[in-house]
């Protein structure tokens, strides 16, 4: 069956950041959307090393703790991967959330871009269980699958409906 779920969330207008929502998406794929944002590998690294935003060469490292993107320097803060990448861009909450979220994929602005399943598919569909009706029949006595119904299943011999195929 044709599984139509892409299209049902689609809207004409880019919905607003849902913080919470790109906050649970991101969890466990911080490295790699850290990597997509642009940050070099030395700063993905949980052992203490030089720090990206201040000049501690020996301070910072990157836990992750529980796929929430947690970094540590020890001074000039700590904070999770939405921090990590405020701080590194230097931009707005907001603005870090759009980043993680366009790197994630950006699920919400491809939605725009599905065109509705093609017309005649559900016709085409219909016609395919036509065909498999009329190129099988009903089961009868003595075939395997009577056997297998009646037999191992124990089913009443006139309980098999002509809908078995
Ligand atoms: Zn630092």
């Known amino acids: ?37 642009g940050l070099p590998e030395q700063f993905l690294s949980n052992k203490n090393g030089p720090c990206f935003a201040c000049n501690g060469r020996d301070r910072y490292r990157f836990i992750d703790r529980n796929g929430d993107g947690w970094y540590i320097c020890n ?22 959330f759009r980043t ?12 725009q871009h599905v065109t509705p399943a093609t017309v005649g598919e559900g016709k085409d569909l219909s016609g395919l269980i036509e065909q498999t009706w009329r190129e ?6 003595g075939d395997p699958v009577h ?19």
């Open 1 to 37: 069956m044709h599984d139509y779920g892409t299209t049902r969330g689609a809207r004409k207008q880019a919905p607003p950041l849902d913080f919470a929502e790109i906050k649970q998406r991101v969890q466990g794929h911080w490295p790699s959307i850290l990597r997509v944002i």
């Open 75 to 96: 001074q000039c803060g700590s904070g999770d991967g939405f921090s990590l990448v405020q701080k590194f861009l230097r931009v707005s909450t907001t603005e870090a």
């Open 100 to 111: 993680v979220d366009k790197a994630l994929g950006g699920v919400a602005i491809e939605r």
């Open 147 to 165: 056997a297998y119904l009646t037999k191992t299943r124990g089913l009443a011999v006139d309980s098999i409906p002509p809908a078995i195929r």
């Open 136 to 141: 099988t029949r009903g089961v009868l006595a």
